[in-house]
């Protein structure tokens, strides 16, 4: 994003249940405008139109989540990463190939749908400059990587173990499925 790039206002964040519904309605209008839907009907509803995938947003706060889906857009961030002590702590599963996700913008409106191509578990101080650069941010570089994750894992935890050089760290790679990328 070049500095010179005209930022909109900001809007207020969306409830619950207002998030709720443009979630649902995103999904139905990506899932006929990205042909989620299109098996024959005689293999019946697939796991793709059947099931709306979990929405989230990138980041730890709006302005994070905002640059972060724009990267997203552009075609520019096609990796993130996440400390393997948040998934156990939330008792959720990390992402797997096939993953769908609903990316969320800043203030909690659908804006793009994500599809996971590859997720890896490697110690944070083993996290290579390939993955760095696909992530997209700053100078692209694993030394950039290295101090705004090393920062965010430390400050954004959502588990109780702090911060470590040698922590699991999940990256996943994805692509943007909609809106197309240009």
Excluded: C
């Excluded at 206002?9 to 969306?14: D, G, K």
């Excluded at 659908?110 to 290579?128: I, Q």
């Excluded at 109780?160 to 050089?165: L, P, S, T, V």
């Amino acid at each position: 994003m070049s500095d010179d790039a005209v930022t909109p206002a900001p809007e207020a964040p969306v409830s619950d249940s207002q998030q709720e519904a443009e979630v649902a309605a995103f999904w139905e209008d990506v899932k006929h405008h990205a042909h989620l839907s299109a098996a024959p009907g005689y293999f019946g509803a697939s796991p793709l139109e059947a099931l709306q995938p979990p929405a989230w947003a990138f980041g730890g706060t709006p302005e994070q989540s905002n640059e972060l889906l724009e990267l997203v857009l552009e075609g520019v961030k096609t990796a993130t990463a996440s400390a393997l002590w948040d998934y156990e702590a939330a008792e959720e599963p990390i992402p797997t190939v096939g993953t769908l996700g609903i990316v969320l913008d800043g203030d909690g409106h659908p804006r793009a749908l994500v599809v996971t191509t590859a997720v890896d578990v490697v110690p944070f101080d083993e996290v290579s400059e390939e993955h760095a650069r696909a992530e997209g941010e700053g100078d692209g570089t694993l030394e950039h990587w290295r101090e705004v994750h090393r920062r965010f894992f430390s400050e954004e935890a959502g588990h109780d173990r702090g911060f470590a050089e040698d922590m699991p760290v999940v990256l996943e790679r994805f692509e943007l499925i909609w809106p197309k990328p240009e």
